[in-house]
């Protein structure tokens, strides 16, 4: 019999089977196929989706069941007797070319052992429930080895195959018969072979290769449609899971056009984790971390991951998380018990808006009793499944929200409670939970609940890290930004800072403002480059510097140079930029100097024009071994002086001549006060989008201090002009009509001159009172040694006077000068 046009059957008991003729080279034949095992007792073991596709008979209703009544290969085993196992007769085998029934048919018992012997193939025409007469090409191959499997049949429908050169209204399509060749006798063997295994049942990577090596030793499948042709084949579960997918695409979007959730449908029935549910769960979680984790802020976080598996993975989503995590804390120690507070953060559902609102409101805390699923799957850290929620076990849900009655809401549904976790610690837990006309969770929803919680978790911490790490920085720089008064001697004074909106709140920009002697008022705006939590503790070590330095009553361009040393000792990473001004309103000058900073803007009262002003720019603080120099700019009452970060006026993609213009523009803009001034600028540039660094605004109005309200004596180096200071402070104040401080300041005035004539060494020293909103008194003097507030006894001849300083004056200080000191003192002034 010609084995490739005649018979319908082939059962090589060795590789020389079949090859009286070399097979030409053919296209690999695509091929969806069922996979059965049938175990020693000739009961199936496993049964395919594919099998249940085309033999009609779900997976629950063949498992166990006689192979016998379900696959037709008893019927159609080789008669000869040079091709097959020489044990069995030949009359247990019919001649019809394809035999009709329901399975096997008679003789399966006796046939069963003798396939065991040798792999056989044929094809037959089987009539499968609710479908036509099926024509099945098989497949039988003989298993041997430790599992539990003696069968291995693969079985498909001749109707889905598009053999080459063959129509199907042709005879010739009617002599397509199943055989076996050498794998290596067709091209792409190796990538054939590369791919048996997806064909197989679950099993170990051992049983696998074994199997494999079995199916190439016996022979490999081939659909033979002559005799010197013959077509690999090439396992394919994707036709018919193609259709199923894009029948399920249309049910998705008929639901979605009806405003029905689109549910996640289960894998194919009895398909246990097969490729195809498999792939459908990975391109569900897939889609689900592409969802998740898109920025940092963990409440956008929180409401991203329950939105993500609602309505396609469930109905209902409930996330809580620990109270460390929501106060934006470190990482949570140890294993939450029955105190452990849970915050619910999130309530994602499908029902009717406002259902769960009241009976479970988001911002609740609440700790959770062991015996409930949420405690087990908390203290455990793995996945807790519910099928159906029973009335009693909703009573105990229940019975922990108190007054609310929960039941009607969880009753009846399918629940599974997942962990969300990071480094092995539970940050929180998802509660999901389906309607009850919904298929309930089952395992494999349970591992993907696993792997989404898994994600989530992971998207959690990183969150939760960039939560805590940025409220350290804001703390810290908040500790640092001064609290400046709105007046100062001479000034008014209003700021802004803006945090950063993309590369990170916290930055390294700061302003301050600083009493120095003389009624003066340092002024200064600096910009450490960089970002984050150790930019903001360069800005605190560099504003602090800043402050000791003009306290010490430096030039501008000095201290500038000493910041400048200290950046370098500091580290190399330690650049910024900084502007820095003092004002004198007695004199109606400024001092500044730049380090490589955005040049301040002056608005002139007189005629309200804006301009920047023009100073040598200078290196960035850090650089070193760049020289600073300080101008001096003549201003009058009432002008204005706005210093601000390159944040405030730089854009990405856009010149930064066009942010300073902009400034000058909205500086000169009249407005009723200082505060108002400030928002006018901080509108018209922070809207023009494409902001991201963070911004510091110093505004100060330069009132000035008229020259009636200063008063200035020299007095000699004579222990008797203590008596005339006292005088001429008196007369003075009650000039100024401050008779009710005169006797307070008359006392410390001569206090610190009596002081000063002990230990100048000059011929002279200088006495000056200035009222603005206090009262100063300064004297002057040429010895550099700063007083020193003792504790005198009573026998003690000295320490007394700045003691009496200390207890009367509303603020006191010293403070060197170039050819001395200056010692001074403040009073308030009374309400008018």
Known sequence: ??????????????????????????????????????????????????????????????????????????????????????????????????????????????????????????????????????????????????????????????????????????????????????????????????????????????????????????????????????????????????????????????AAAEGRPVPLEPAD?????????????????????????????????ITEVSRAVVPRFTDVAGTYLREQVVAGEGFPEGVPDTTTMWHRVAVEHTDEPGRWDDVVPVGEAMPFPAHTPFFQCMTTGEPVLVPRISEETGHAIASQFEKRDIRPLITGRSMLVVPLKARDVVL??????????????????????????????????????????????????????????????????????????????VGGDWFDAVKLPGARTALVVGDVMGHGLNSAAMMGQLRTAVQTMAALDLPPAQLLRNLDDLAQRLGETYLATCLYAVYDPIASELHLANAGHVPPVLVRAEDGRSELLELPTGAPIGVGGVPFEAVRVRVAPGDRLIMCTDGLVEVRGEDIGVGLATLCESAAHPAASMDDACDTVVRALNTRGG?????????????????????????????????????????????????????????????????????????????????????????????HDLPTLLSAGPLDESGRGLRVVSTLAREWGASRTKAGKTVWFELSLPRR
Request: proline residues 7%.
């Open 1 to 254: 019999m010609d084995r490739g046009t005649e018979t319908e059957r082939d059962a090589p008991c060795g590789r020389g089977a079949g090859q009286d003729a070399a097979p030409r080279p053919a296209a690999a034949g695509r091929v969806p196929l069922a996979v059965v095992v049938a175990d020693r007792d000739g009961l199936v073991s496993h049964w395919s989706s594919g099998a249940r596709r085309l033999f009609g008979v779900a997976r629950p209703d063949a498992i166990g069941r006689p192979a016998a009544d379900l696959l037709p290969v008893a019927g159609a085993l080789p008669e000869e007797d040079g091709a097959a196992c020489e044990t069995y007769p030949d009359e247990a085998y019919p001649d019809e070319a394809y035999p009709d029934g329901d399975g096997l048919g008679p003789g399966l018992e006796a046939s069963l052992d003798r396939v065991l012997c040798c792999p056989a193939a044929g094809r037959a025409r089987l009539t499968v429930p609710d479908r036509d007469r099926v024509d099945v090409l098989w497949w039988a191959y003989p298993l041997a080895g430790p599992g539990s499997g003696r069968l291995l049949v693969l079985a498909a429908d001749a109707a889905r195959l598009n053999p080459p050169d063959v129509s199907r209204d042709d005879a010739g399509y009617e002599r397509i018969a199943p055989g076996f060749a050498l794998h290596t006798d067709f091209p792409g063997a190796d990538e054939l072979a590369r791919r048996l295994p997806e064909i197989l049942p679950s099993m170990s990577v051992d049983d696998s290769a074994r199997i494999v090596a079995q199916i190439l030793e016996l022979g490999y499948p081939v659909l033979e449609f002559s005799q010197n042709e013959r077509v690999p084949v090439t396992p394919d579960w994707g036709v018919a899971r193609r259709a199923e997918r894009k029948a399920r695409r249309e049910r998705a979007a008929r």
């Open 269 to 301: 029935e009895g398909e246990d984790l097969e490729y195809a549910a498999v792939r459908e769960r990975l391109e569900f979680l897939n889609e689900v971390s592409g969802r998740i984790g898109t920025s940092l802020d963990l409440a956008r976080t």
């Open 428 to 505: 929180g837990f998802m509660i999901l939970l389906r309607h009850p006309e919904r298929p309930v969770f089952n395992d494999m929803d349970r591992v993907t609940g696993a792997e989404l919680a898994a994600r989530a978790g992971l998207v959690l911490d990183n969150a939760r890290m960039y939560t805590y790490q940025e409220r350290v920085a804001e703390t810290l720089q908040d500790s640092m930004l001064p609290h400046i008064p709105p007046r100062m001697a001479g000034c008014d004074i209003a700021t802004r800072y803006l945090p950063g909106t993309l590369l990170g709140r």
């Open 691 to 783: 902001r991201k660094d963070d911004v510091a605004l110093l505004m100060v109005r330069l009132a000035g201090i008229a020259p009636d309200d200063v008063a200035e004596w020299r007095l000699a180096r004579d222990p008797a002009q203590a008596a005339r200071a006292r005088a001429v402070v008196r007369e003075q104040l009650n000039a100024w009509g401050l008779t009710g401080l005169a006797d307070s300041a008359e006392l410390m005035a001569g206090e610190l001159v009596t002081n000063a004539l002990r230990h100048a060494h000059g011929r002279s020293v200088e006495l000056r009172l200035v009222r603005g909103d206090t009262l100063l008194c300064e004297v002057d003097d040429d010895d």
